[in-house]
């Protein structure tokens, strides 16, 4: 069993930066990603990287303002994110999986956090 717990939500400005955290509990997860859900949207991938391999993808949306990293001693992911606008509003949830494969689809992962809000006002 995997416990995600998050922090770092908030309302910000357009042009501001935010950093998410998630701290994992438990063994078993090989990747860790980042979701987001608009009101009235589905559930759409931000980000992902490997815990123990040098791997990370993007969503288009964010590429080159939003950062993935891990901390392997803290268990820990951060979601670093700049140059926030008015778009970049949602529901920002962590989740963690047991394979590599099919790394953007939000129904192949195991275990979640409970979510936290972002609203970026313009």
């Known amino acids: 069993q995997v416990q995600l717990v998050e922090s770092g939500g908030g309302l910000v400005q357009a042009g501001d930066s935010l950093r998410f955290s998630c701290v994992a509990s438990g063994r078993g997860s090989v990747l860790m990603g980042w979701f987001r859900q608009a009101p009235g949207k589905e559930r759409e991938f931000v980000a992902a990287m490997g815990w123990s391999v040098t791997f990370t993808s993007y969503a288009d949306s964010v590429r080159g303002r939003f950062t993935i990293s891990g901390d392997n001693a803290k268990n820990t992911v951060y979601l670093q994110m700049n140059s926030l606008k008015s778009e970049d509003t949602a529901v920002y949830y962590c989740?963690?999986?047991?394979?590599?494969?099919?790394?953007?689809?939000?129904?192949?992962?195991?275990?979640w956090g409970q979510g936290t809000q972002v609203t970026v006002s313009s």
């Open positions: 989740a963690s999986k047991r394979t590599y494969s099919n790394f953007a689809d939000p129904n192949g992962y195991d275990y």
